[in-house]
């Protein structure tokens, strides 16, 4: 912040900071979210059978929550790019490996593979957002509350 402040003084100009990459969704949101991957779920185990239907609703669910997270970064085609290719590796992933071990796994087995997932999309979404934007000065930007509950 000193530096900015200088470079102000010094030479009449401030560099912005990106803005945050990031949203935090609603709770609604969230759960409308959560809703949808169970829907998935249900859909890909009907479809690819229990095991494989299993991990591609966990994948669908994962990618439908990075892509309402980072939806600020809608408008650069390289965020398209770079989810278009996410979304490949898990469906490469769905494909090339025998997941017959997952139609067992209960919701408490499914958790931490979806967090890992999330974490590393993100991950890999925000070093990228970091080389070609520039690090950015908050993460996260926020909803405007709309309802009562939301007021903690």
Do not use: N
Not at 45 to 66: H, K, N, Q, S, W
Request: net charge positive; glycine share 10%; aromatic share 16%.
């Amino acid at each position: 912040m000193r530096t900015l402040a200088k470079r102000a003084f010094l030479y009449g100009d401030v560099i912005e900071r990106p803005p945050p990459p990031f949203y935090l969704p609603a709770r609604w949101e969230a759960v409308s979210l959560g809703v949808g991957a169970f829907l998935g779920y249900l859909l890909f185990a009907y479809v690819l059978g229990e095991g494989r239907g299993t991990i591609a609703g966990v994948f669908f669910g994962c990618i439908g929550l990075v892509v309402r997270i980072t939806w600020p970064l809608r408008g650069k085609a390289w965020f398209w790019l770079l989810l278009f290719l996410l979304t490949a590796l898990h469906t490469g992933a769905v494909v090339a490996f025998d997941w017959s071990a997952a139609a067992r796994w209960s919701g408490l087995t499914v958790m931490p593979l979806m967090a890992a997932d999330i974490s590393m999309t993100m991950t890999v979404i925000y070093v990228a957002y970091s080389l070609i934007c520039g690090v950015p000065a908050q993460l996260f930007t926020s909803s405007a509350l709309r309802y009562a509950e939301d007021v903690d």
